[in-house]
């Protein structure tokens, strides 16, 4: 019983399964008809719009066309447009030109006008403002005439006053140091010493330059030696007098053999021919030579005469290398040097021992005594003795044509006259007092001798650099009582350099 049940039910389920099939074949069938219908309608209304298309391609393709024309047309009314534009344009330009060309004319006419009112006008200024012009350069000319006619006559009155000073002051220098301030024995004193007369030797050789200059016989004119020598001092175990000022003498020693043995047997300056310096420098000790550099000047010269102990070494450059002769009262102050000539200054007995025992040791020694005779020569007229820088003064004056003298000024506040070397060493009491008085004498007889015969090297020492400076650097010049040179209105000085003078603000 229980196998045709199952068989039951699978027919059952088989024919369910062909029921089902027939009703999906039967809907596939109605849908399939249903989608050919559905299509019909879509192909008729495919083929309805594209007929509606093909209607509105042609509308588009006729409204195309009118647009072409339209387009076309709107070109060549454009085109038409700039040309007329462009005809518009060349117009104006055209009018704007000649209406600019018409201003400018216009102006240029205008400024033309305005320009001959303006020239004519200026011309009648200018006639004006010439005529005031010329008047009052013609005032100033004038007042500048006579302000530089004042000017001079200041100047030249200064001028006279500073020599008048000078002169004064030249002669009270001259007085204090002589015995007598005549006129006449200061004459003769000048004349004698050589001051205001060169050397026979120089007159004869020297005529033309020295034209016009004072004739003098031997008689006024030193004759003597300046070294001792045989032929001049005392004989042996006599006594050797020394002359001195205010006419004095004294005695320094005897002429034993031994000093006798130390002269030589005549002046070397003297025989067998004078000697003549054509130009000699006469170097004094004071520290003003160091504000100069005279040391290729100083050597320069034919001769060189230095005092007491004047070094070189270090001090070239301003007080030169070379030392011809040297007037010294000391042994020491010598160089040693065979080319230098020492003149020994011998005032006492013992100074005397000295010189014989030195010419001794060194018989070939250059060192010789100033003779008595100079000694006579120097200090005749003199109230005090004098210093080793006069008697270096004198000997130039007697043997050389043009004498230079460098560092115989300069004292300081307490009168006394520091070297240039710088030791320090300050003479004894009695010199300080001779040193103070040597260098304004010696100023003194540079004045009263003249530029050509004694010219003071340092600018504002010469008492007639006051009146003109010829050595003064330019835009500077002398004041008096001014050592050194002072900027001339509108110059400066460059610090510590009284040989370099600039207008102040021009560098």
């Known amino acids: ?298 050597d320069s010269h034919a001769a060189v005469i230095r005092v007491n102990a004047g070094v070189t070494e270090g001090f070239e450059g301003f007080v030169g290398s070379r030392t011809d002769i040297r007037f010294t009262s000391r042994l020491r102050n010598g160089s040693g040097s065979p080319k230098e000539v020492v003149m020994l200054q011998v005032t006492s007995e013992e100074d005397l021992g000295s010189f014989v025992e030195h010419k001794s040791s060194n018989p070939n020694s250059t060192v010789f005594m100033v003779s008595t005779d100079f000694h006579a020569h120097v200090q005749r007229e003199l109230v005090g003795p004098a210093t080793n820088g006069l008697f270096a003064v004198f000997f130039a004056l007697q043997r050389c044509r043009r004498i230079a003298v460098y560092g115989f000024s300069g004292a300081d506040e307490n009168g006394t006259a520091q070297p240039y070397y710088g030791d320090g060493e300050r003479p004894a009491r009695p010199q300080q007092r001779r040193v103070v008085g040597e260098g304004p004498l010696i100023m003194e007889l540079a004045r009263r001798a003249g530029k050509d015969r004694i010219r003071v090297a340092e600018p504002c020492n010469s008492p007639l650099d006051a009146v003109e400076c010829e050595s003064c650097a330019k835009g500077s010049h002398c004041e008096p009582g001014q050592p050194f040179p002072v900027p001339d209105d509108g110059f400066c000085m460059r610090e510590g350099n009284y040989t370099s003078f600039y207008k102040c603000g021009g560098g």
């Open 1 to 298: 019983m229980a196998k045709p049940s199952s068989s039951k039910r699978g027919r059952s389920a088989v024919y369910l399964l062909l029921f089902v099939l027939g009703v999906a074949t039967f809907a596939a069938r109605v849908k399939t008809t249903d989608s050919k219908s559905r299509l019909r309608e879509v192909h008729e209304q495919s083929r309805q719009l594209e007929v509606t298309l093909e209607h509105k391609g042609k509308e588009v393709a006729g409204k195309e066309l009118r647009v072409d024309a339209a387009l076309r047309a709107l070109n060549e009314s454009e085109s038409a447009l700039l040309q007329v534009k462009g005809r518009l344009e060349r117009e104006r330009s055209l009018a704007c030109e000649k209406e600019k060309h018409a201003f400018v004319e216009k102006a240029k006419a205008r400024l033309a006008e305005e320009r001959r009112e303006r020239d004519a006008k200026t011309e009648v200024e200018k006639a004006a403002a010439s005529e005031t012009l010329s008047a009052v350069a013609n005032q100033v000319l004038e007042e500048t005439r006579k302000l530089e006619g004042n000017i001079t006559l200041l100047l030249e009155t200064k001028a006279i006053l500073l020599r008048s000073i000078t002169e004064a002051e030249g002669s009270l220098i001259i007085g204090r140091s002589l015995n007598s301030d005549d006129p006449a024995a200061v004459e003769r004193f000048l004349r004698r010493t050589g001051v205001t007369l060169l050397p026979p030797a120089v007159r004869e050789s020297d005529d033309r330059a020295r034209k016009g200059a004072a004739a003098a016989d031997s008689s006024t004119h030193y004759t003597g030696s300046f070294v001792l020598n045989l032929q001049i001092c005392a004989a042996e175990n006599e006594r050797v007098l020394l002359p001195k000022w205010r006419g004095q003498v004294g005695v320094i020693g005897v002429a034993t053999k031994e000093l006798r043995s130390s002269l030589p047997s005549r002046d070397p300056f003297v025989h067998p021919s004078p000697v003549i310096y054509p130009s000699c420098a006469v170097v004094g000790n004071s520290g003003l030579l160091l504000q100069w550099s005279f040391g290729e000047e100083i």
